[in-house]
Nanobody, 124 residues
Framework: QLQLVESGGGLVQPGGSLRLSCAAS????????IGWFRQAPGKEREGISC????????YYANSVKGRFTISRDNAKNTVYLQMNSLKSGETGGYYC?????????????????WGQGTQIAVSS
């Protein structure tokens, strides 16, 4: 059974940093493209970053480019999202998901396996 578990959320001040982890069990994470998504209260879920299974190519939404970094540790079967210079508008639930495509499609609908999410509050 494919399972993803996110961790690393919490309360952080604007301008602060957090590192989220997405640990996989039941499957080999490097065989899947992994995306990070966030959902602010009352808003739709949006993709913020992705790392492809084919060659490790990384993609970022314009809103996080230059501040967030996605990476993968195959030995630990874990994907990370390093988030720097966090903004107050980035409060919400953060989710990782797995896609069988070898590349990042850019579509939420192609991600079949989802974690339960971890909450982030950016506030002073």
């Amino acid at each position: 059974q494919l399972q993803l578990v996110e961790s690393g959320g919490g309360l952080v001040q604007p301008g602060g940093s957090l590192r989220l982890s997405c640990a996989a069990s039941g499957f080999t994470l490097e065989d899947y493209s992994i995306g990070w998504f966030r959902q602010a209260p009352g808003k739709e879920r949006e993709g913020i970053s992705c790392i492809s299974s084919s060659d490790g190519s990384t993609y970022y939404a314009n809103s996080v480019k230059g501040r967030f970094t996605i990476s993968r540790d195959n030995a630990k079967n874990t994907v990370y999202l390093q988030m720097n210079s966090l903004k107050s508008g980035e409060t919400g639930g953060y989710y990782c998901a797995a896609d069988t495509h070898s590349y990042c499609t850019g579509y939420v609908s192609t991600f079949a396996a989802w974690g339960q999410g971890t909450q982030i509050a950016v506030s002073s």
